[in-house]
T-cell receptor, first 114, second 112 residues
């Protein structure tokens, strides 16, 4: 089954404790992206990757890191999480960066930083 | 840069009736795509309908249709014959080559 998976689905952590949210897709997609969803703000892009070893900042990259060492994986790293990073996070992928390709979303990761 | 505005935080509709969700966008690109996504309580993002900016004909998917007014930069979603399963948050989105920009969302409640 074609899908985007994220782990963990739920995470409660404390300020400053490094964490990684994994994202994997099995569709051989070139383009992958991370979003955060906050009430009243919709989804905002954090980082995106157009292919292996090619990443760039989205609208809200501060406090986050990403890497794309393999085509299928695009982990999101929070080196020192803070309470303002409490949010719902989505990973998405599409065949190409070209706009007409649909983005497929993962199931979301609910992160709480205390 | 793109901005997407949804001015209706909440909408309520009677089952079997029609509801229209508003969306305006602002982009400097000449070529772009517009989308409506549905997010039910499961939080999964589900593509409802898409519209290519270069096409004048409005997209339709079963009970969902759009009214695309390119000059006005307006992209509204009409849900006809509303069903209980349509209750969800709906996001309007605009995509250029690199990113997908979302509006703040509209929560749709369906009354039985």
């Amino acid at each position: 089954e074609a899908q985007v998976t994220q782990n963990p689905r739920y995470l409660i952590t404390v300020t400053g404790k490094k964490l990684t949210v994994t994202c994997s897709q099995n569709m051989n997609h070139e383009y992958m992206s991370w979003y955060r969803q906050d009430p009243g703000l919709g989804l905002r892009q954090i980082y995106y990757s157009m292919n292996v070893e090619v990443t760039d900042k989205g609208d809200v990259p501060e406090g986050y890191k990403v890497s794309r060492k393999e085509k299928r994986n695009f982990p999101l790293i929070l080196e020192s999480p803070s309470p303002n990073q409490t949010s719902l996070y989505f990973c998405a992928s599409s065949l190409s960066r070209r706009m007409f390709y649909e983005q497929y979303f993962g199931p979301g990761t609910r992160l709480t930083v205390t | 840069a793109q901005t997407v505005t949804q001015s209706q935080p909440e909408m309520s509709v009677q089952e079997a009736e029609t509801v229209t969700l508003s969306c305006t966008y602002d982009t400097s690109e000449s070529d772009y795509y517009l989308f409506w996504y549905k997010q039910p309580p499961s939080r999964q993002m589900i593509l409802v309908i898409r519209q290519e900016a270069y096409k004048q004909q409005n997209a339709t998917e079963n009970r969902f249709s759009v009214n695309f007014q390119k000059a006005a930069k307006s992209f509204s979603l009409k849900i006809s014959d509303s069903q209980l399963g349509d209750a969800a948050m709906y996001f309007c989105a605009s995509r250029d080559d690199y990113k997908l920009s979302f509006g703040a969302g509209t929560t749709v409640t369906v009354r039985a």
